[in-house]
């Protein structure tokens, strides 16, 4: 029952690389959400998706791009990376629409360093 | 918009004492409120939710919140604090239809537990 898996756990950059950061589920969820975590802002949503094939912009996108080929997997895509990119990604998932009073199923978080 | 308060920042509590974490959230039609804490380096577990019905909810490991609409406020309580319950606490709100079921998060309250 391995929920939501993020990888990888942690990862050091520098400006300019860029990186994919993997999320899967395998709880058939239809939505999916990327979120940074940084001290004392809680956490921002980057992307979402509500089904394969369709994603859109949450709070605060610039900087990072999405996927859903499947209803799996939803990675997340840093292509120059800065110094505030610097944060905690956390995927999440939930059932959706029609059970949108479910709550979120988190992983445990990728810990990214740009330096 | 949808938006959530945490007002402390941090709280510290000795063990047996109990426990009161205040949230106040801004949303314009019923909202869907959640309780999530976050162990160091661990993702987001869901401690209670709220949707309609009975305002007091009760949730995982003792806790409790009760849902005032007319303070818009859900604050999270516990008669009695373990030294386990040291972590992270962030209150979440969310639609119910449309939007892709976004929760928007508070900036958390860190517990710390006295012995």
């Known amino acids: 029952n391995a929920g939501v898996t993020q990888t990888p756990k942690f990862r050091i950059l520098k400006i300019g690389q860029s990186m994919t950061l993997q999320c899967t589920q395998d709880?058939?969820?239809?939505?999916m959400y990327w979120y940074r975590q940084d001290p004392g802002m809680g956490l921002k949503l980057i992307y979402y998706?509500?089904?394969?094939?369709?994603?859109d912009k949450g709070e605060v996108p610039n900087g990072y791009n999405v996927s859903r080929s499947t209803t799996e997997d939803f990675p997340l895509r840093l292509e120059l990376a800065a110094p505030s990119q610097t944060s905690v990604y956390f995927c999440a998932s939930g059932p959706g629409q029609g059970a949108s009073n479910s709550p979120l199923h988190f992983g445990n978080g990728t810990r990214l360093t740009v330096t | 918009a949808q938006s959530v308060t945490q007002p402390d920042i941090h709280i510290t509590v000795s063990e047996g004492a109990s426990l009161e974490l205040r949230c106040n959230y801004s949303?314009?039609?019923?909202?869907?409120l959640f309780w999530y804490v976050q162990s160091p380096g661990q993702g987001l577990q869901l401690l209670l939710k709220y949707f309609s019905g009975d305002t007091l909810v009760q949730g995982i490991k003792g806790f409790e919140a009760e849902f005032k609409r007319s303070q818009s406020s859900f604050n999270l309580r516990k008669p009695s604090v373990h030294w386990s319950d040291a972590a992270e606490y962030f209150c979440a709100v969310g639609g119910g239809t449309g939007g892709g079921n976004k929760l928007t998060f508070g900036t958390g309250t860190q517990l710390k537990v006295e012995l």
């Open positions: 949303y314009g039609a019923t909202p869907y």
């Open positions: 998706s509500v089904g394969a094939g369709i994603t």
């Open positions: 709880m058939n969820h239809n939505y």
